[in-house]
């Protein structure tokens, strides 16, 4: 088990980012969370399985159609700040 934490920039606010990766990752068994940041990013917090996380990791670099994903970085996170699912926040 590992956790990963994401912080996304681009077009990725009000482009429906949250609700595709929050779709994602519960089909891919994680937990953690999908959140805006004030700055205009979104924080996706990832606990899980290597692959899991890694497949996460290769869908953030595109996202869903409307989104415009610009930057990626993936940084290593501590499991407890994962809640018992996947929550958009």
């Known amino acids: 088990m590992i956790a990963a934490?994401?912080?996304v920039g681009?077009?990725?606010q009000g482009v429906w980012f949250r609700a595709s990766t929050c779709e994602l990752a519960q089909g891919l068994g994680l937990r953690g969370h999908a959140r805006n940041l004030p700055d205009g990013r979104v924080e996706v917090l990832a606990v899980g399985e290597a692959a899991a996380i890694d497949a996460l990791?290769?869908?953030?670099?595109?996202?869903?159609p409307l989104a415009e994903v610009r930057s990626v970085r993936r940084d290593p996170a501590s499991p407890d700040e994962a809640g018992n699912d996947f929550a958009i926040g």
């Open 57 to 64: 990791d290769a869908w953030l670099q595109q996202g869903p």
């Open 5 to 7: 934490k994401f912080l």
């Open 10 to 12: 681009g077009k990725v």
